[in-house]
């Protein structure tokens, strides 16, 4: 019987590559904040470029900044809640204000950390990080988007924010071949476009395009794992085809994801685009992240109904 092959999550995606190309590369370096990401990890010869500085998040950027200065190559490991709130004076003035390149691993995005509460939650990470010149935003919804992204951002000269999960998500259809700044094309339909950002928003597009289609409504589904540089050619192709425009996300609506396509297709085209993410308040409750997203609406069911809704006029 052939053994069942565990589906990893993008931060242990992350973690495997790092661990990989450490030993390899001289200039790089990572700094970790205590997040037991790389408990076990055996770098090698290369255990000198690996430091845990603690629970010290502002410092952590500061002291890659630095780094990066001087030649490095710093990867940053804390959870996405802290990098973009306690950290973020240091991200914007020490790194992306001297385009520094950075990448800031930040984990447990959204409300993959459910079970801790509100202030372990990141959901207006997007609309801080996007905000700040310079800096590259890269959502992966699976484990082979991340392993591909993860690899094409060494390349970038500037800083990067690689928004990672906790938990490991089912993987995608396959698709185009992913390329960092170029939304994937899941699906083609001339009725709707659905664009989402996130493991468990493109899956629920996927699945409300299936729902659709069986009423006869046929769906564009597009994966945008790039947040910045948003592919406003793709979607505006998409956009000026079916007329309107539904935007998934696992975030606050204001400021994330649907706000930087409705920002991006009002200068464009004359579409509608509806917003689907969380609601402008604090997630009251603890739970797990399947359970948080369907209690805020962001469920393929939903998805559906917002595009019978619109389609209806």
């Not at 564009?220 to 790039?226: N, S, W, Y």
């Not at 649907?258 to 993410?277: K, M």
Request: hydrophobic content about 45%; glycine content about 8%.
């Amino acid at each position: 019987m052939t053994a069942a092959v565990k589906v990893l999550s993008s931060r242990e995606v992350y973690r495997d590559i790092v661990a990989e190309l450490l030993p390899r590369d001289e200039r790089m370096i990572c700094l970790d904040t205590d997040t037991g990401l790389f408990s076990g990890v055996d770098f090698g010869a290369a255990s000198n470029r690996y430091v845990n500085i603690g629970i010290a998040e502002h410092t952590l950027m500061g002291a890659a900044a630095g780094l990066a200065k001087e030649g490095r190559l710093p990867f940053v490991n804390t959870m996405a809640a802290f990098a973009c709130s306690r950290a973020v004076e240091a991200v914007k003035i020490d790194i992306a204000y001297n385009n520094l390149p950075v990448r800031i691993a930040a984990t447990h995005s959204g409300v993959s950390a459910g079970h801790l509460g509100p202030t372990h939650h990141a959901l207006e990470d997007l609309a801080v990080m996007r905000t700040l010149p310079n800096m590259t935003v890269i959502v992966p919804a699976d484990a082979a988007t991340t392993d591909s992204l993860v690899r094409q951002a060494l390349a970038l000269p500037g800083p990067v924010y690689l928004r990672l999960g906790r938990n490991a998500t089912p993987d995608l259809p396959a698709g185009p071949p992913v390329k960092l700044g170029q939304a994937q094309v899941l699906r083609q339909g001339t009725d709707i476009t659905i664009a989402a950002c996130g493991s468990y928003p493109v899956l629920a597009a996927i699945e409300a395009a299936e729902l659709l289609e069986a009423q006869g409504i046929e769906a564009t589904v597009l994966h945008v794992h790039t947040v910045k540089p948003l592919d406003t050619a793709t979607l505006a192709a998409a956009a000026g085809f079916t007329g309107t425009v539904i935007t998934v996300e696992e975030h606050w609506r204001t400021g994330g994801f649907g706000a930087a396509v409705a920002e991006a297709l009002t200068e464009l085209l004359p579409v509608r685009v509806h917003r689907l993410g969380l609601p402008d308040r604090f997630v009251g409750v603890s739970g797990s992240q399947s359970y948080l997203l369907g209690r805020a609406g962001v469920t393929a069911a939903a998805i559906a109904e917002r595009a019978k809704t619109s389609l209806r006029g």
